[in-house]
Each structure stands twice: as C-alpha cells, then as structure tokens.
C-alpha cells in the first residue's frame, strides 16, 4: 500500500472511530509500527489529526464547517468575481457538475442560457436556482445534509458514476501545498473525488482565504485541478503555480 493510500486509510478510521489505537492500525493496514508512527506524525503536522498515548484521534477543528446561510454571506465580491471567470470557461453543449458550495451558486447566475448546456448536481439549492434559470437540470439523489443542503451517500455517489461530464465545478474549504485540496466531510470527499475522474477538466472555485488551509479530508492533488481564485497575495505563490494551474479573478 502507498503512503498516500495509508494515510487516507488511516484519516478514514480516525473519522469513523474518533479514536484508533496503534496496534489496531498496524494490523489493519499490515504495516511496521514505525511506519505506522511516522504516518501519525505527518498527518499531525498536517493538521489532520491528534496523536495521544497508543494511537491518535480526530483533530475537531477539522470537522467544522459552516452553512449555507454563513457561506453566502462571506467573501461575496471575490466569489462573484471567481463565478464570472468561471462562466469563461464554459462552450457550447457542455455537459457540467456543479457540487454544493456558495462559490459553485455564485456560478449559477453567470451560466449561459443560450448554449444548450446541461448541468448535473447533488445541491437542492442549485437545482432550484438552476430551473429558474431555464437550465437543463439533474440532480444526484441520496441523504439531504442540511447545513449545506447537498445529497450525498451511496445512493448520490451510484447514479454519479453513470456520468461524464466535460468540466467540473467543485468548492473547497482548503488549498495547501502540502495536504492538496481538502473538505471537512469525509462523504462529500468522496462524491467531489468521482466528479473529478469523471470529467475531462476539475475546476475549483475558491477565493483566496482558502489558501494555506487544511480541513479533515483529501479528495484531490493540486495537479488533478485547475484553480480558479480571487487576487492572491502570497509568499509562497510560486509554489503553488509549480503544482497546478491557477487563474486568478480581477475584482
């Protein structure tokens, strides 16, 4: 098993158990106790869990999240400036996802009318944006999440895999060189890591402050993403560009 994989595993249990003992980790994945050891420390210099005496548990910070009615109410201009640069990316007859998020509602507005483009997504709050638009709509079935009003589960991530899609619009709660693109909701990490093996290119739309971010679960590299961003200010930017492609709104 690769690192990467381990890790992940390792996440996955953590969210699943609150607490996972060192012995049980060794066994599970058939890795050294050292190995095991080294993971725990760099997933905790990540930020993505807490190692106590035998194991490690969740790092809570991670699994917060606003709602909705938060997230629209933040970062308004530089989501509106990230939807218009996103709608200039959409031809003629695409067939597009868009997750749940406020960035990807932002986008909603901005979409063409006249183009013949048909949209999937797991938000029953874009669903009904996109019908008053006039839009050719399917929404992904499955649990309802309240706060964020997304379908997800087995049921969401079933009828996904029926569908290919040209380009993909995904939200994001973190962007870190190190821990990639990341979402405090082990479900919606997973629906979000299927849109982007089904679609030809992944968009993320997310304003600066996401950047230099981390939350509890990874669901793509920065090299499996295009990033589209408000103006960004920072230190380390070349990094990032040497990762994955950036294109930056102008407010």
Not at 26 to 33: H, N
């Amino acid at each position: 098993m690769l690192t990467e994989e381990r890790q992940q595993r390792i996440i996955q249990l953590v969210q699943q158990n609150n607490i996972v003992k060192l012995h049980e980790l060794t066994k599970l994945l058939q890795a050294s106790e050292s190995t095991i050891r080294r993971d725990l420390q760099d997933l905790e210099d990540q930020g993505l869990l807490k190692r106590i005496h035998g194991g490690a548990q969740k790092n809570s910070r991670l699994l917060q999240e606003a709602d909705m009615q938060q997230k629209t109410t933040v970062h308004t201009l530089e989501k509106q400036a990230v939807a218009r640069l996103a709608s200039q990316q959409i031809a003629p007859e695409d067939v597009l996802y868009l997750d749940a998020g406020s960035s990807t509602l932002a986008l909603i507005d901005f979409l063409p009318t006249d183009q013949n483009i048909q949209v999937v997504t797991n938000s029953v709050q874009h669903a009904a944006r996109l019908i008053d638009r006039g839009i050719q709509t399917i929404i992904l079935g499955g649990k309802i999440k309240l706060s964020t009003q997304a379908t997800l589960g087995y049921t969401a991530i079933e009828q996904l895999s029926h569908y290919r899609f040209t380009k993909v619009f995904l939200g994001t709660n973190g962007i870190d060189l190190a821990a990639g693109i990341t979402t405090p909701d082990p479900e919606e990490a997973s629906l979000k890591h299927q849109a982007i093996a089904h679609g030809e290119i992944a968009y993320i739309l997310a304003d600066s402050s996401k950047f230099g971010q981390v939350t509890f679960t990874h669901f793509a590299n920065l090299a499996d993403v295009t990033i589209i961003t408000s103006p960004l200010e920072l230190e380390n930017l070349s990094e990032y560009q040497s990762k994955t492609t950036i294109l930056e709104a102008s407010l």
